[in-house]
């Protein structure tokens, strides 16, 4: 099985570049990798994205756990900051978003205090922020799983796999 992602660049304005601005989006440039592993991957028509973190620049806009430090709206907020990482990273792979043919998968790691199980209240968010962007196109299979502890503290952890 062969692994790649292209790399292209083109300053064309795009459909999805039209809706991010209608919806005064901007993606950020894809997080680098923190550790030994690549951030996103192509295989076939599948594009995945290694967990991504509500980073802006190199610092985390927000740590802790949900239920404890942090509160639900806190929660989502990370969960949108993470998708859009995860959109970087695409976008980094494939140069534009237009070649989304569906969003396929959401996997939403939340940090969670005991008791915590609102988990799917804070994956919410980047479900209705990948919809908003694409619409029907961004409509997903996903998973939230409450997890004890995240790398550097952060609250949510975002996969993302596309189609294209």
Same mark, same amino acid.
């Given at each position: #099985?062969?692994? !790649?992602? %292209?790399?292209? *660049?083109?300053?064309?304005?795009?459909?999805?570049?039209? !809706?991010?601005?209608? %919806?005064?989006?901007?993606?950020?440039? /894809?997080?680098?990798?923190?550790?030994?592993?690549?951030?996103?991957?192509?295989?076939?028509? +599948? @594009? #995945?994205?290694?967990?991504?973190?509500?980073?802006?620049?190199?610092?985390?806009?927000?740590?802790?756990?949900?239920? !404890? &430090?942090?509160?639900?709206? &806190?929660?989502?907020?990370? /969960? !949108?900051?993470?998708?859009?990482?995860?959109?970087?990273?695409?976008?980094?792979?494939?140069?534009?978003?237009?070649?989304? *043919?569906?969003?396929?998968?959401? &996997?939403?790691?939340?940090?969670?205090?005991?008791?915590?199980?609102?988990?799917?209240?804070?994956?919410? /968010?980047?479900? &209705? %922020?990948?919809?908003?962007?694409?619409?029907?196109?961004?409509?997903?299979?996903?998973? /939230?799983?409450?997890?004890?502890?995240?790398? +550097?503290?952060?609250?949510?952890? @975002?996969?993302?796999?596309?189609?294209?």
């Amino acid at each position: #099985m062969r692994f !790649r992602c %292209l790399k292209q *660049k083109d300053d064309r304005m795009t459909a999805i570049d039209d !809706r991010l601005r209608e %919806l005064n989006i901007e993606i950020p440039a /894809a997080p680098p990798a923190v550790g030994f592993y690549v951030p996103v991957l192509q295989t076939g028509n +599948l @594009i #995945m994205t290694s967990g991504q973190l509500p980073l802006v620049g190199k610092e985390l806009a927000f740590k802790g756990k949900l239920g !404890r &430090e942090l509160h639900d709206a &806190e929660g989502q907020n990370a /969960a !949108r900051l993470a998708t859009l990482n995860a959109l970087a990273q695409v976008k980094a792979c494939i140069g534009d978003l237009d070649k989304i *043919k569906r969003v396929v998968r959401l &996997e939403g790691y939340i940090q969670s205090a005991d008791g915590y199980n609102d988990q799917a209240i804070v994956l919410n /968010a980047a479900s &209705e %922020l990948l919809v908003d962007i694409f619409g029907d196109m961004g409509k997903h299979t996903r998973v /939230a799983v409450g997890v004890s502890e995240l790398p +550097l503290d952060s609250p949510v952890e @975002i996969s993302l796999w596309v189609e294209v």
